[in-house]
């Protein structure tokens, strides 16, 4: 639990380092925990560090996680992986934001929902910039007319964009993945869609997430440098 709390230290001073290089001020970029396949002990580790909201991929774990710490004041959770619209019911009962949206039958579902839940959700759209069949995502010359159609839901708020940049060890082709979803996001900002929001851009992982706050990122999703690798 000690090295959870070191971790964490080490990774919001590279946070800091990194906006300062960027001159950016601090507090411009906010952590994401990145807690999926680890236990509740480790959040409960990074809560006791400062940490409230947490980033998970998968629905029943993060479900699950949810009930469990139910009586930790504070908690939030972020889905941030891909969700089928059988699973919108979950999401909308817990999650405190969305940050993979990239269909419009989920956004119907995911507003069908929440309005039978009497809740609203911050949503991100996923933007894939590196191009990659593996990956999930609109091409960023699909997004401007999907943020037109997301008017219709009013129970998603829509906050901005996510991206997963391309895993590479070259920093130009890295960049070019931030690069993209940022003309995206002025092209949005651009439109000026009423009941949107595009402030907010969620790039980088514990691999790259200096050089994504470089290119404007408001949230790093951070897990293996904080919790360590993972099993």
């Known amino acids: 639990m000690q090295q959870i709390a070191a971790n964490l230290a080490a990774v919001r001073a590279r946070i800091d380092d990194a906006c300062l290089a960027a001159e950016r001020p601090p507090d411009a970029v906010r952590l994401l925990p990145v807690s999926k396949t680890r236990p509740a002990a480790d959040v ?66 995911l507003d069908r929902r929440l309005h039978a839940a009497g809740r609203q959700l911050d949503v991100l759209v996923q933007v894939n910039s590196s191009g990659e069949d593996s ?37 130009a082709l890295v960049s070019a993945c931030f690069e993209r979803v940022v003309t995206v996001q002025q092209q949005l900002r651009d439109a000026g869609t009423p009941g949107q929001s595009w402030d907010e851009l969620s790039m980088g992982m514990s691999g790259d997430f200096e050089a994504a706050i470089a290119h404007g990122a408001t949230v790093v999703r951070i897990g293996t440098a904080i919790f360590g690798a993972r099993g």
């Not at 980033?55 to 949810?66: P, T, Y």
């Not at 009930?67 to 889905?79: D, F, K, N, R």
């Open 44 to 109: 409960l580790a990074a809560h006791a560090a400062g940490c409230t909201r947490f980033g998970e991929n998968r629905v029943q774990e993060a479900a699950g996680k949810a009930s469990e710490l139910a009586g930790v004041p504070g908690l939030e959770w972020v889905m941030i992986g891909h969700l089928q619209s059988n699973k919108a019911r979950l999401v909308a009962g817990f999650a405190s934001e969305f940050q993979a949206l990239d269909s419009l039958p989920l956004a119907a579902e």
């Open 135 to 171: 990956k999930f995502g609109l091409r960023p010359d699909a997004v401007p007319a999907f943020a037109r159609a997301l008017v219709a839901f009013d129970a998603l708020r829509v906050r901005g964009l996510m991206t997963i940049a391309l895993p590479s060890p070259d920093p």
